[in-house]
C-alpha cells in the first residue's frame, strides 16, 4: 500500500509466513481451536482457554484501525451449541450460532468504533471424510454474514464490510484437497489465498 505503513498487531507471533518475518510482522490475535465464545470471552478478560496468551485481546494499547474477523469454523465443526441436548439441539444450532456472532460483531464495533471490522465468510470445509453436510452449514452461515449481519451493522452506522474467503476456494473445486487439508484448515497455498483477499479488502478499506 504506496505511502502507508502497516503494522500487524496481536499477542500471538507463531507461524509466520517467510515473508513476514523478514519484515518483522509477525503479530496477530489468532488462535487454534477457538470458537465465538472463546474471542468474546477475551476480548475484556481471560477465560482460560488454552493458548490465550492471557486473554485481554483488547487491552488499552491495542487500537487497530482494521480488524479481520474469520471466525465460526471450529463452532460448525464441533457442533457447539451450549445448553441445547437431542433434536433440539440441531434445530437451534444455526440459530444459535447467529446469535453469538451478532453478539461478537456487536460488541467489538461499540468497544472499538474506530476501528474497521471486515467480517469474512468461513473457508469451505473439506467435502472428503463426511464434511458434505457440515459444508451445507458453512454456507447457510456465510449467506447470513454477507446478506443480514454485515447489513445489519452497516445500516446503524457502524464500520464494517463483507470479505468473501469463501469463494475463492470454491473456485478451486477442481483441486480442492491442494486448497483445503485436514478437513476444515488450509494448506500453504490456501493461506496465500486467503491473504491476498484479506489484502484486497483492506486496500478497499483505507486505500492503497
Same mark, same amino acid.
Given at each position: 500500500m504506496t505511502g502507508r505503513t502497516v503494522e500487524f498487531?496481536?499477542?500471538a507471533g507463531g507461524n509466520p509466513s517467510a515473508?513476514? /518475518?523478514a519484515t518483522s510482522q509477525v503479530n496477530h490475535e489468532?488462535?487454534?481451536g477457538y470458537r465465538?465464545?472463546?474471542l468474546a470471552n477475551n476480548l475484556l478478560g481471560n477465560d482460560g482457554t488454552g493458548g490465550n496468551n492471557g486473554g485481554f485481546c483488547f487491552n488499552p494499547a491495542v487500537q487497530p484501525d482494521v480488524i479481520l474477523l474469520h471466525i465460526g469454523t471450529n463452532d460448525i465443526w464441533q457442533r457447539y451449541n451450549p445448553g441445547a441436548r437431542g433434536k433440539s439441539a440441531e434445530k437451534t444450532f444455526l440459530?444459535?450460532?447467529r446469535n453469538r456472532l451478532d453478539s461478537l460483531v456487536n460488541r467489538i464495533t461499540v468497544l472499538r468504533p474506530a476501528a474497521h471490522l471486515l467480517v469474512a465468510s468461513i473457508i469451505p470445509m473439506n467435502v472428503s471424510s463426511g464434511g458434505t453436510l457440515l459444508n451445507n452449514d458453512v454456507k447457510t452461515y456465510n449467506s447470513y454474514i454477507e446478506k /443480514?449481519?454485515? &447489513?445489519?451493522y452497516q445500516n446503524l452506522g457502524r464500520q464494517v464490510s463483507f470479505v468473501n474467503q469463501y469463494q475463492n476456494r470454491e473456485s478451486q473445486r477442481d483441486d480442492q484437497s491442494h486448497i483445503v487439508a485436514r478437513w476444515r484448515a488450509?494448506? &500453504?497455498s490456501g493461506y496465500d489465498l486467503m491473504a491476498e483477499t484479506w489484502s484486497i479488502a483492506i486496500q478497499s478499506t483505507i486505500g492503497g
Amino acid at each position: 500500500m504506496t505511502g502507508r505503513t502497516v503494522e500487524f498487531i496481536g499477542s500471538a507471533g507463531g507461524n509466520p509466513s517467510a515473508a513476514l /518475518t523478514a519484515t518483522s510482522q509477525v503479530n496477530h490475535e489468532g488462535h487454534s481451536g477457538y470458537r465465538i465464545d472463546h474471542l468474546a470471552n477475551n476480548l475484556l478478560g481471560n477465560d482460560g482457554t488454552g493458548g490465550n496468551n492471557g486473554g485481554f485481546c483488547f487491552n488499552p494499547a491495542v487500537q487497530p484501525d482494521v480488524i479481520l474477523l474469520h471466525i465460526g469454523t471450529n463452532d460448525i465443526w464441533q457442533r457447539y451449541n451450549p445448553g441445547a441436548r437431542g433434536k433440539s439441539a440441531e434445530k437451534t444450532f444455526l440459530a444459535n450460532l447467529r446469535n453469538r456472532l451478532d453478539s461478537l460483531v456487536n460488541r467489538i464495533t461499540v468497544l472499538r468504533p474506530a476501528a474497521h471490522l471486515l467480517v469474512a465468510s468461513i473457508i469451505p470445509m473439506n467435502v472428503s471424510s463426511g464434511g458434505t453436510l457440515l459444508n451445507n452449514d458453512v454456507k447457510t452461515y456465510n449467506s447470513y454474514i454477507e446478506k /443480514t449481519l454485515v &447489513p445489519k451493522y452497516q445500516n446503524l452506522g457502524r464500520q464494517v464490510s463483507f470479505v468473501n474467503q469463501y469463494q475463492n476456494r470454491e473456485s478451486q473445486r477442481d483441486d480442492q484437497s491442494h486448497i483445503v487439508a485436514r478437513w476444515r484448515a488450509p494448506q &500453504p497455498s490456501g493461506y496465500d489465498l486467503m491473504a491476498e483477499t484479506w489484502s484486497i479488502a483492506i486496500q478497499s478499506t483505507i486505500g492503497g
